[in-house]
């Protein structure tokens, strides 16, 4: 179930930028994990087509139509996680343009896997909206807009939001009610995209201009239907003073505004508004200017990654009272345009677990990157964390980590699942209170490494990790916390000893687990077993081994140590002259 969003100010949910377009869609294709999101172009219309086709044709196009429809559904059927497959099927039934209930049904179940493109909200809303004349219409339109702005920040999406909310409204100024839901809907929509530098404008000053209308509702002949409202005019004066202490390259405009808004409605007091307004437009206009290189750059490159990076690195960089949500919504831009960017995930979550570590809100990111990325075992761990931090049910927690492993792409990849499986054990380890552990605890964390084990040895037996991270975390539970040395020995030595190979990391861990253990001997042979190996990092071995035999070391093991040391010095610089 998808988490509830914060409604800070700061962290308002702003959710899902600019417009997909095909190249968009391309760029979703190159990232995307192997055989997860082959994408198919956006929705054809038919209508848009200038060749003309007789009905015999447009007959036989919708018989093969409705065949490979048939054909789609029937290898959804075998594998709904087929990104491509949803998407072609919403193509066709859209273009046969009969099958209503199927369409609404194809699309429902690819968005219980995936987030949906722009183009294709847009879409889904369009259809929506021509039933919308009926309470239940207009219940299931507003459901979807709420689904759309979850997915992707979009001001398209929201634009489409404000403009049908005022449409709903028709002009009843006399309906108090109605004015209060209005607003209150219209305020969801500035909050949430207030923050984007260059287009939040385009919903500011339709609200804006909602207020004013309530402020002064005229009749068809233009005669005032009631006084003016003194709250009413000091409100509509703050949420200009509030726009002009929010970043955005518009402020000129708003300020210009405002100066009108004051000479029409607050005379008396125009010279005292404007100086106030003034000190915050200097500022905002300031702040706006400096950034303006990197929205222009981003413009120029059509939101290339990289821009997106050099601009977020601006912001961290100088950090004003703007950097927060405007960096925030820079990473809901490019999210939206590089979608299936684990990398991009990865930095927008931590950035938010360094400036906003608030559990409810941080869950939210964290559920759009895992359906963005099912295949990321780094965003399946951040997805666990973030609900074992909300309180979550352990029966939840273990669950999101059993539906990570039934990704196929994830079970592919290495570095994921020891990432995931690591998590787990983690998860298991915090939930025990180490002062008084109770046996169930204790037993739940060694099936956890038993089967992450299991996991890795059934997929990557030739290929195992080679930095060991689950053997020696697991290792060091039953030593350290279990007092368990026979067992973690035999996992060293079972597990590791055998395959150690080159890496100088797993060496010095095995031996330094000897040593904690009383065990000098066995690391003074262990050493000399790693330093004739090929390793990774020779001069870190050689390093730790002398500190270790000056420390606590005889003679003859410190001569030992000399000796094995200074042959392999000879060897390396052998190795060396000859290159």
Not at 554 to 563: C, E, K, P, S, W
Request: with cysteine.
């Amino acid at each position: 179930m998808e988490p509830e969003k914060d409604q800070l100010s700061f962290e308002k949910e702003e959710q899902k930028s600019s417009p997909q377009k095909d190249t968009e869609m391309e760029e979703m294709k190159d990232n995307a994990a192997p055989g997860v999101w082959e994408v198919t172009k956006g929705s054809r219309d038919p209508k848009n087509e200038s060749v003309e086709i007789s009905e015999e044709q447009r007959n036989e196009q919708a018989l093969e139509a409705l065949d490979e429809i048939t054909k789609t559904m029937e290898q959804l059927a075998e594998d709904n996680t087929r990104y491509d497959l949803h998407v072609r099927l919403i193509e066709l039934l859209q273009q046969i343009g009969i099958m209503e209930d199927e369409l609404e049904r194809a699309r429902e179940q690819m968005h219980e896997i995936y987030p949906l493109t722009e183009v294709m909200w847009l879409a889904w809303i369009n259809d929506a909206k021509k039933k919308a004349d009926t309470k239940e219409g207009d219940e299931k339109l507003r459901e979807l807009y709420d689904e759309a702005t979850r997915d992707y920040f979009s001001i398209s999406i929201w634009n489409s939001f404000v403009d049908y909310v005022l449409e709903k409204f028709n002009n009843q100024w006399d309906n108090e009610e109605k004015v209060k839901s209005t607003r209150e809907a219209l305020t969801r929509a500035v909050r949430s995209t207030e923050h984007h530098i260059s287009e939040s404008q385009q919903i500011w000053k339709k609200f804006i201009d909602f207020e004013i209308h309530v402020l002064q509702p005229n009749d068809s002949d233009g005669d005032m239907q009631r006084d003016l409202d003194p709250k009413q005019i000091e409100k509509i004066k703050q949420l200009y003073r509030d726009r002009l202490d929010t970043l955005h390259t518009s402020s000129e405009e708003t300020f210009n505004n405002f100066s009108t808004f004051n000479t029409n409605f607050d005379n008396q007091n125009y010279e005292e508004s404007m100086l106030k307004a003034n000190k915050l437009y200097s500022k905002i206009k300031a702040a706006a200017e400096v950034r303006d290189q990197y929205e222009l750059q981003l413009k120029q490159s059509n939101n290339a990654l990289e821009d997106f990076y050099a601009y977020i690195g601006y912001e961290k960089s100088t950090w004003d009272k703007y950097s927060l949500n405007h960096t925030r919504n820079l990473y809901e831009r490019a999210v939206t345009i590089y979608c299936t960017d684990v990398g991009l995930w990865d930095n927008y979550i931590t950035f938010l677990l360094e400036h906003v570590r608030l559990p409810a809100f941080l869950q939210s990111i964290e559920y759009r990157a895992i359906r963005n990325c099912p295949w990321s075992g780094i965003l399946w761990a951040h997805y666990a964390r973030g609900l074992e931090a909300n309180n979550a049910d352990k029966e939840v927690v273990i669950g999101c980590f059993d539906t990570a492993l039934s990704n196929k792409n994830l079970l592919s990849s290495l570095e994921d699942m020891v990432v995931l499986l690591r998590a787990k054990c983690d998860y298991l380890r915090r939930l025990i209170d180490w002062s008084d552990p109770s046996e169930e605890c204790i037993t739940d964390l060694r099936i956890a490494f038993e089967e992450a084990l299991m996991y890795l040895d059934e997929r990557f037996s030739r290929t195992p990790d080679p930095y060991y991270r689950i053997e020696r975390y697991y290792a060091f539970v039953e030593h350290q916390l279990l007092d368990n040395e026979e067992k973690a020995r035999e996992i060293w030595e079972k597990r590791v000893n055998k395959r150690l190979g080159r890496r100088t990391d797993a060496w010095l861990s095995y031996i330094e687990f000897e040593r904690s253990c009383g065990n000098i001997q066995k690391c003074q042979s262990l050493y000399k077993q790693a330093i004739v190996k090929n390793l990774d990092d020779p001069q870190r071995l050689t390093n730790v081994w002398l500190n270790m035999v000056h420390e606590i070391g005889t003679m003859d093991m410190l001569q030992d140590a000399l000796v094995k040391v200074k042959q392999k010095e000879n060897v390396l610089l052998h190795q060396w002259q000859v290159k």
